[in-house]
């Protein structure tokens, strides 16, 4: 029997690009094309403590992978004895009273998320000034090998020249839940038979409270 045959991730992705797009606009609907939404990340820690120092962590998430990372990032961060706020990026209106930002954001196509690049832009000017630290999360570091550390780093590229301040950057493993996707998309990689859009989780939490562990120390915020 002939073997399905394999495409690459890239080419795949592409694919499933061209036939988003097209089911937009050829009218198969927004309900097939609408991303269900996932429970809000946004916190205010240790905002009632008047501590001297106050963090942003600003994240832009479809899925709500990312966004449990960033919730998970304040909460260590707080701990270390300073105010946080995490928020989705296009909801930050103002750049006011941080000490610092941490942003997240994930990968898609190739590119981090609009939300995150316009945030970048929108305030260039005050993301200059204070110490920031980025991560990403994607498929792409489904293993932290030296090959998908430089693919990322190409992906998160753009971002990172917008960042002069950037004082630390992490790259976490992504994570894939089909209910979590616009049913177009999810039929989409439900017929990925190169295995690269399976199903799974490949947030390594360990790595990730590593990095937020380090934060307070590589922000100057001790
Ligand atoms: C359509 C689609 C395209 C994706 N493209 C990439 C990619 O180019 N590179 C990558 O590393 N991850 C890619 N991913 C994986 C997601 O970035 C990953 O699953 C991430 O955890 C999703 O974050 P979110 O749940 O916050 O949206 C893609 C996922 C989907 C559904």
Redo the contacts with the bound molecule.
């Keep these: 029997m002939e073997q399905p045959k394999k495409i690459s991730?890239r080419s795949f992705?592409k694919g499933?690009?061209i036939l988003?797009v097209a089911g937009a606009v050829t009218g198969t609907g927004v309900w097939a094309t609408s991303t269900p939404a996932?429970p809000s990340a946004d916190t205010n820690i240790n905002q009632e403590k008047n501590m001297d120092k106050k963090i942003l962590v600003a994240?832009?998430?479809?899925?709500?992978?990312?966004?449990e990372v960033a919730k998970t990032i304040g909460q260590l961060l707080s701990e270390s004895g300073v105010e946080v706020e995490v928020r989705a990026a296009h909801e930050v209106r103002k750049m006011e009273d941080y000490d610092a930002v941490v942003m997240g954001t994930?990968?898609?196509?190739?590119?981090p998320?609009g939300e995150m690049t316009n945030f970048a832009k929108k305030f260039n000017k005050d993301l200059a000034k204070l110490p920031t630290a980025l991560f990403?999360?994607?498929?792409?570091?489904k293993e932290d090998t030296a090959e998908n550390r430089a693919e990322?780093a190409k992906?998160i590229a753009p971002l990172v020249e917008q960042l002069p301040s950037k004082k630390s950057t992490a790259m976490f493993g992504?994570?894939?839940d089909y209910k979590?996707?616009s049913p177009l998309?999810s039929f989409m990689?439900s017929k990925d038979t190169s295995g690269e859009?399976a199903e799974g989780d490949y947030?390594d939490w360990n790595t990730i409270n590593a990095w937020a562990n380090s934060l307070p120390a590589e922000l100057g915020l001790g």
């Design positions: 991730r992705i499933v690009a988003t996932y994240y832009a998430s479809k899925c709500g992978s990312t966004a994930a990968i898609r196509m190739g590119r998320l990403s999360v994607g498929l792409s570091m990322t992906f992504g994570k894939v979590t996707l998309l990689l859009m947030r």
